[in-house]
Nanobody
Framework: QVQFVESGGGLVQPGGSLRLSCATS????????WGWYRQVPGKERDIVAGITRGGRFHYQDSVKGRFAISRDNNKNTIDLQMSSLTPEDTAVYYC?????????WGQGTQVTVSS
């Protein structure tokens, strides 16, 4: 079974930065595209950023120029560098394949942007 462990979230002021990390296990990591997703209460989980096997990127319009996704095929990790954070970025952040390929999700990591 594929497992995900997200970390790096926290409380940050508007304009601040955070780096999220997702440790994965149980998959053929290099064979998949991977993504970061976020969810706020009462709404569906949405893709924020994706990275293909070849290292090509996709970003939700609202985070373009502010977020950067990366992957490490040796460590089986996916990182999300977030900068110029706004209160609208407040959410629980998760990782999974992109598009979603696994039923299992990690516990997520809470990002709260507030002054």
């Amino acid at each position: 079974q594929v497992q995900f462990v997200e970390s790096g979230g926290g409380l940050v002021q508007p304009g601040g930065s955070l780096r999220l990390s997702c440790a994965t296990s149980g998959s053929n990591f290099s064979a998949y595209a991977w993504g970061w997703y976020r969810q706020v209460p009462g709404k569906e989980r949405d893709i924020v950023a994706g990275i293909t096997r070849g290292g090509r990127f996709h970003y939700q319009d609202s985070v373009k120029g502010r977020f950067a996704i990366s992957r490490d095929n040796n460590k089986n990790t996916i990182d999300l560098q977030m900068s110029s954070l706004t209160p609208e970025d407040t959410a629980v952040y998760y990782c999974n394949a992109w598009p979603v390929a696994f039923d299992s999700w990690g516990q997520g990591t809470q990002v709260t942007v507030s002054s």
